[in-house]
């Protein structure tokens, strides 16, 4: 757990040279043997692995040490994909970083290997702050913070859809939030990924997954 407040969030950037790494984008996972590789509830076909992202000072993960993100392709999305609720997408949780573990269906590898590193903290309660001051219109707030990101809030593309907790109150918190600009991931064009966590519940199924279209 790190002192990050859910109000800071930090832009992910395509990674070059040096800097702390926060993940990749694509590739194919480390860290998940082929029996345990997430399947589509829906079509039951090997879902495409989407991203790891790995806790440190810019990502808090609730104590879990990295997240691996998979949807499902195998039907075009009538699998409905988009929906946290389906089973066409997934989000792991490990307790553990594995980077020599290489395993799983190779025919689901899709997209390139990107590295991610994060940009500096933004405080976008302090930017709210600027809304309320009549010092910035909400529109240009958001539109600041409508990019790839871990950490604080999620902008809306089609109204605003934050979880609830399922094991105790309030909501679930955001923990990356991410479009097609730095990946073009299958999802609509212009579209928007939100990952939230459960922070009352400390079991690796606290994470949900779901998108909204452009």
Known sequence: MTSRTNWTSRQILKGSGGGENIGFYGGHPRGIRANLWPRCAVCGAPMCHMMQIDAGLA?????????SVFICHAT???????????????????????????????????YRRTRLV???????????????????????ALSSIKHDKVGGGAVWLQGEDTPKSKTGPGNMRLAVQFTTDVVSFDITPGGMGYIFLDPNDVSPEAAYFMWQSG
Do not use: I
């Open 59 to 67: 990502v808090d993960l609730g104590g879990y040490e990295r997240m």
């Open 76 to 110: 075009g999305g009538r699998c409905e994909d988009w929906n946290p609720n389906k089973g066409a997408n997934k989000v792991l949780l490990h307790a553990e970083k594995d980077d020599t573990l290489y395993d799983g269906p190779p025919t689901v590898r899709v």
């Open 118 to 140: 994060p940009g500096e903290p933004v405080d976008e309660l302090a930017l709210m702050r600027r809304v309320k001051a009549n010092e910035l219109t909400m529109s240009q």
